[in-house]
């Protein structure tokens, strides 16, 4: 038998200093990330949102989650699409499989949760619903087609007009939301890029210097190349590089 929601609860709200009071709010990923961090140490947590509120940034926890199981090689397939709905008994399940991998592995070492985290904020709501609009839409046109027996067809409409309003706002709010996530992580591709373009330019400067004295460095060519490597399925546009040359 696996141990009950509230043992379970109290064990992830200690180890994390979180203050969850549902299962169904580990189906963010957020928890589960960090739980394996406690673990290896390794979980990328500044890409993990912790309060995360919509879907497509549960996914997000759950690709670090699916990238810290392969690094590790935990033989563990992660039902990904179920978890993301936060249903109770998916997440327990999963909970328990990670109190019990938690158990086996964890070596004992102190952790310091809101560090690792940076402080982030982790107030993921209590009652978390992804497809709340499409149910809350439903469950309106049906109550409305129970009322709508002494009404006009207009004042039904009328009735039923203030739900598709709701749900353009909660999906225009999603919008907003991924532009900015978009943005950032445009930034943080920028950011590294100059770094590695950096890098780039002071190792083929010092191996002309090299080359000028009819010298040659092992590491720095080891370095260029893994600059210029690319990975399996991926080429660089030979269109992009011919138009380049022309000007």
């Excluded at 090689?73 to 249903?87: A, Q």
């Excluded at 086996?104 to 609009?133: E, F, M, S």
């Excluded at 950032?184 to 004295?213: C, H, N, T």
């Amino acid at each position: 038998m696996g141990e009950s929601r509230t043992e379970l609860l109290a064990w992830l709200n200690d180890l994390l200093q979180i203050n969850y009071t549902k299962v169904e709010q580990c189906g963010t990923g957020g928890a589960y990330c960090q739980i394996m961090d406690s673990i290896f140490g390794d979980v990328p947590m500044t890409r993990v949102k912790m309060n995360a509120k919509h879907e497509y940034e549960f996914i997000a926890n759950f690709k670090i989650l699916q990238n810290i199981f392969r690094a590790h090689k935990v033989e563990k397939p992660i039902p990904v699409e179920k978890l993301v709905k936060c249903k109770m008994q998916d997440n327990l399940e999963f909970l328990q499989w990670s109190k019990r991998f938690w158990d086996t592995n964890y070596g004992g070492q102190g952790y310091d949760p809101v560090g690792r985290r940076r402080g982030a904020p982790t107030d993921t709501p209590a009652t978390i619903a992804p497809l709340a609009p499409s149910r809350g839409s439903g469950g309106n046109l049906h109550a409305g087609g129970a009322r709508a027996g002494g009404r006009t067809p207009v004042t039904g409409h009328r009735a039923g007009s203030a739900q598709p309003n709701e749900a353009v706002q909660n999906l225009q709010a999603q919008l907003r939301e991924m532009n900015v996530h978009l943005e950032g992580l445009e930034k943080e591709r920028d950011f590294y890029f100059a770094k590695l373009r950096d890098i780039e330019i002071l190792v083929q400067q010092q191996l002309e210097v090299l080359q000028a004295e009819e010298k040659d460095d092992p590491v720095l060519r080891d370095i260029q190349k893994i600059l210029y490597s690319t990975e399996d399925g991926f080429e660089v546009p030979e269109q992009a590089v011919d138009e380049e040359e022309t000007f």
